[in-house]
DNA sequence: ACTCAGAATGTAATCGATTACAGAAGTTCT
DNA sequence: AGAACTTCTGTAATCGATTACATTCTGAGT
């Protein structure tokens, strides 16, 4: 049953070539003959072989692999993404590594480990808050492998990135309110020191600005794009005198958190206040009331953030590489937001 | 910048010794001397040498990564299983590979290749509908690597595995019901050949006759696991000449969706009919109503899973080991279910 | 001082594919 | 026919760590 593995030389054997030409027929079938491709193809077939890519790997100095590191492994919001990024990956026969911040953490292991030891040739970053000491390292990759951020990125230093349009589907958020009539309108923002919460966070409140509308400081509320965080939130805008008539969550957990706590106070949404949400969640759409939402399309920035990774590892150096992306977000009106009263 | 790679032999330079002797201490410290250890351990911090585990690889026959292979990425209720599995993996050194059955099957690539490429030491299937034919593929497995299903599991093949008491929840679901005063309980399935469904399904037909209730043939009503199969179900629920008073879904997205579209149509859980679901994802308690469910620890369901893989890759033809995990679900109640009106 | 077991280290083969280089075979042109 | 290419194929070195086997060193026992 367990058969001495085949290799090359089998093959060549079989074929009555040399190993030199069955490795070109395989990697390059063109440069051969018609009929040594023939032989070889056969051989292959009747031997079953198939190729040892650890190998491969340390012949090409390649890993023929990717590492995509996010912070949390159980957030379902990351899901769609990593879809998107191993469909790429695959068509290009690469596999896909994956490693959560926490985890590496535990386990002890560096990060930069996985670049530097050969297991990948590229990264993926989906954490905005690594800790300095890390991103430090990486921007100093040793072997100089391509490392890209995606949605979230980090502050100080230069990755290239996969971004959306963070500002823009602020502003549409708060203008969609805007239009329905609100002019009390709240933040729950997401955790203090990430990027995207402190982009949303000041486009909102420029915004609110330009549309001339108040902003009293407690309307910002603290939260941390979680479900808890919306639940907290929702607490304290129960807890206010003057209640915003609308509030733009940073993300749909938060929202759904806050739609969730609001009904366990028999508060109903969007009759006693209208809420949105960011991100476009599947379950947006399934929850009472469905969610008007901002959309950030996670299956395209997983293809986007893989094919500009690929595209830098294929061609080092390469000065014409895309250096960053921002996506189109859009804006999704569904049952939660209405008129004021 | 780009530093030559660094190798066994030059630490072996810097220390004075041979490669031999690097290799020895770095993978067992104790066969060799005090004096050698420190001079190595010494030249390996001069240098920052990190090891080539591709040439590491392809000396020991070991990939060390596990591969994991899933439905589909997108669906959040496998992101704890990961975080389980990785978990452990990564403590043990090992790395996990992630592919998706459709990509696969969308790239043309033989899942099996991962076995038989050396690109990992096992695998880990928490799909139970792949193709008869991989299957088969799988249980002949070239290298005799080691399979193991997890959650589901194949009919008819005979891998170690993974599950939970599914026939036991399924009965406390029904029971609970039952106690809550519902004679009249029907059950929204997942999709028709999933072996999940079939077992719950057969479990709740068992419990349901154990406790002398009617069951009409169009009270088992077929769904899919999904927000919208269980939204497709709450319509055939209203459609309904003699409605159930209670419906026990086979997952919680079902049970969400179920309840979703209820809501549209003015109708309120648990006022007018009590739902339960099956899994406790994160949103089951943070969903309004909070939903009644049974728990699967998705989390120590990887971990097992992983355990027992690499106990199997480590010790090859271990006749002692593990051949198969059963763990526990337990009944949680909250308020998508009460008594009858 | 001498033997000998046991510990520590070194030498060199090995894992399986890729590829630089060289040589053979086949074409075209004068 | 011979020169000058082009196209194909083979030989052998190489990637970087591990490990079987050989060798040297150490210290205990007599």
New binding site residues.
């Given amino acids: 049953m367990a058969l001495k ?5 089998d093959v060549a054997r079989v074929a ?6 069955v ?2 027929t ?2 390059d079938p063109n ?3 018609e ?2 491709r023939r032989k070889v193809s056969d051989a292959v077939k009747s031997t079953g ?1 198939r ?2 890519r650890t ?2 790997n ?4 390649r890993a023929h692999s990717v590492l995509v590191l996010l912070p949390d492994l159980a957030n379902p919001f990351f899901s769609n993404i990593l879809e998107g990024i191993s469909s790429h990956l695959s068509s290009q026969g690469y596999s896909m590594l994956i490693a959560s911040t926490k985890q590496v953490h535990d386990s002890g292991e560096r990060l930069i480990d996985y670049l530097d030891d050969a297991r990948a040739d590229g990264m993926i970053v989906l954490d905005g808050g690594l800790a300095p000491d890390v991103v430090e390292m990486l921007a100093n990759a040793p072997q100089s492998k391509p490392v890209l951020t995606a949605c979230e990125w980090i502050d100080g230093a230069s990755f290239p990135s996969v971004r959306c349009e963070n500002r823009h589907g602020t502003r549409a958020a708060v203008n969609h309110l805007y239009d329905l009539g609100h002019r009390k309108i709240a933040h729950v923002t997401g955790p203090a020191d990430n990027v995207l919460t402190q982009t949303r966070k000041a486009a909102f409140a420029d915004e609110i600005a330009e549309l001339r509308l108040d902003l009293p400081p407690d309307w910002i509320i603290p939260g941390d794009f979680s479900l808890i965080g919306g639940c907290d939130a929702a607490r304290a805008w129960i807890g206010m005198k003057d209640r915003p008539t609308a509030v733009f969550c940073a993300s749909d957990q938060l929202a759904l958190g806050f739609i969730a706590e609001l009904s366990r106070h028999g508060i109903s949404v969007p009759r006693h206040v209208s809420v949105m949400g960011f991100d476009d969640i599947d379950l947006a759409e399934q929850f009472i009331p469905p969610l008007t939402t901002i959309r950030q399309d996670r299956l395209i920035i997983g293809e986007t953030a893989a094919k500009m990774l690929m595209s830098r590892i294929l061609n080092p150096g390469d000065p014409q590489a895309e250096n960053s992306a921002v996506l189109p977000v859009s804006l999704v009106i569904r049952d939660s937001t209405a008129p004021p009263q």
Wanted: hydrophobic share 35%; proline share 0%.
């Fill in positions: 593995t085949l290799t090359l030389q009555g070539v040399s190993t030199a030409t490795s070109r395989l990697s440069v051969v003959s009929s040594t072989y190729i040892n190998a491969r340390l012949r090409t100095q």
